[in-house]
């Protein structure tokens, strides 16, 4: 199978998109660090109106983090699934070319069972990629409402501020649980 140029730009394409939500993966985890700096310093300043505007700030970033989570893990997937269409697409073809050639070698005259199978096999595939589609569907529900900002989560984001070593290791533990939750939801 050869790689033509148009493949070789989805493949540049693809990889890009992915680059790109690193990189502000990587952005909002510096402005966290920004907005947790400022909220310390305002706690120890006693000033509540930037000590309240700080934790906002840093309630609003780490759901932007969480949403570019989910929209890369949901492109990553979709991306698997089109290389998996492709292969499954590629290894029907090679199999319905086989079978004309085996047809051809034995003379016999059963091609409509292959190509009664292949269709079956057509459907399967399509059916695959409905259930595929609504899974995505699902889990993009899920996790446009996983994220309500209780006063319990205000608390624990204070607590964060309050502390900036206990801060990032919370922080990690929330996206570390995030991204086993999603592995449990798809295994």
Do not use: H, P
């Not at 310390?40 to 000033?47: D, E, V």
């Not at 759901?63 to 029907?92: G, H, P, W």
């Not at 533990?173 to 999603?182: R, S, V």
Request: proline residues 0%; aromatic residues 6%; hydrophobic residues 35%.
């Amino acid at each position: 199978m050869a790689v033509t140029k148009k493949e070789i730009k989805k493949k540049m394409l693809i990889k890009q998109t992915i680059n790109s939500m690193n990189k502000q993966i990587q952005k909002l985890e510096e402005q966290k660090k920004v907005y947790i700096e400022a909220g310390k310093q305002a706690k120890q300043k006693g000033l509540a109106a930037q000590y309240n505007l700080a934790l906002s700030g840093l309630k609003m970033t780490i759901t932007q983090q969480k949403r570019v989570y989910e929209m890369k893990l949901n492109f990553e997937i979709t991306s698997q699934m089109k290389d998996m269409s492709a292969m499954t697409a590629e290894f029907l073809k090679g199999m319905g070319s086989l079978s004309k050639d085996m047809m051809k070698l034995t003379k016999e005259k059963d091609f409509l069972k292959v190509e009664k199978q292949f269709t079956e096999a057509m459907t399967s595939v399509e059916m695959q990629t409905e259930q595929m589609e609504n899974f995505m569907d699902e889990t993009e529900s899920a996790f446009s409402s996983s994220y309500s900002g209780t006063e319990s989560d205000s608390k624990e984001l204070e607590s964060l501020i309050g502390n900036e070593a206990v801060s990032d290791n919370i922080t990690e533990q929330m996206i570390a649980k995030e991204l086993e939750e999603l592995k449990k939801k798809m295994g």
